[in-house]
């Protein structure tokens, strides 16, 4: 099914500092993928991410401190590199420095191997789209510290459904995302049964205060702060009250399958034309458990 031509697989993201996401993505990714088929987008040229991603493809981007419609510009250049690079891979990953893809070890061990396998002709997908899992720590239920040479998914097991993470991330054709890359100009949606895309924004606690901090601190700086000018709350502007809240749930259950939800979604794109609309908001309510299969994953 893979064109011989073309390299299976390559993933790309772009890092402005965040240094432990960079370094657990480059770890998983390299060892799916080879670290030559990586593609860092390292803005300001951090010295650190050329130490951590020694043997990927690291391109400088120039800072830019006022951050200018910075999102836009950004999703527009990466649907850009994500297009060009679908001719010499037959599947390109795009995401943030906090996502990661993979397969259920259920069914196997090897992304692109898996991505080969599905379907051919006028049944192979153009663009795939995984579940999501939004990690949420709970340092009462999980006190143990992540730490170097042991997996994130051994110590932390914790999520909630999240659907504005189910992106359309592994694309092997031209392809333009939205802002955020929750979606794609592609008039199908397949949502995939047995990839899921984790995302770790919420992975440890000390870790995700400070980080949100000074996401806040840079949206302050660009468009001042919310007592200040009249704008909407973004996601950055709740995060912590958002996690605040997660952390106080108990887990419902020990699962992955959600069969209900992933129905909803689907049915929800086609009326939305969006991939991550769904009733409720797409959050359902509830904390659940990684069945004991992912800990090793990463």
């Not at 993201?13 to 670290?35: C, E, I, N």
């Amino acid at each position: 099914m893979m064109d011989p031509t073309r390299a299976p697989m390559c993933a790309m993201t772009m890092v402005g500092g965040d240094h432990f996401f960079l370094k657990r993505w480059v770890d998983y990714y390299g060892a799916q993928l080879g670290r030559e088929n990586l593609l860092v987008l390292s803005h300001g040229g951090d010295p650190e991410h050329q130490r951590i991603a020694e043997g990927a493809n690291i391109i400088y981007l120039p800072y830019d401190p006022t951050r200018n419609c910075f999102n836009q510009r950004r999703w527009q250049m990466l649907s850009r590199f994500t297009s060009g690079f679908t001719r010499f891979y037959n599947w390109v990953i795009c995401g943030d420095v906090d996502e990661i893809v993979v397969v259920d070890p259920a069914v196997g061990a090897s992304l692109p191997e898996y991505v080969a396998r599905l379907g051919g002709g006028r049944d192979r997908p153009k663009v795939i789209t995984p579940f999501a899992i939004e990690m949420v720590h709970n340092p009462t239920l999980e006190p143990e510290p992540i730490s170097d040479g042991r997996p994130i998914l051994d110590v932390r097991r914790l999520f909630r459904l999240n659907a504005n993470y189910a992106k359309p991330c592994i694309v092997r054709d031209l392809v333009e995302f939205v802002p955020g890359g929750h979606y794609a100009n592609h008039p199908h949606l397949y949502l995939d049964p047995h990839l899921y895309l984790f995302h770790l924004r919420f992975i440890d606690y000390a870790m995700t205060e400070q980080r949100l901090a000074t996401r806040r601190a840079q949206r302050d700086l660009q468009s001042g702060t919310l007592a200040e000018v009249t704008r909407e709350k973004t996601g950055w502007d709740t995060a912590w009250e958002t996690y605040q809240a997660l952390i106080k749930e108990k887990p419902r259950g020990e699962t992955v399958d959600f069969p209900e939800f992933r129905q909803e979604m689907i049915e929800g794109w086609r009326q939305k034309k969006v991939v991550f609309w769904a009733p409720g908001g797409a959050r359902p309510r509830g904390i659940y458990r990684l069945p004991e299969r992912f800990s090793q994953v990463f």
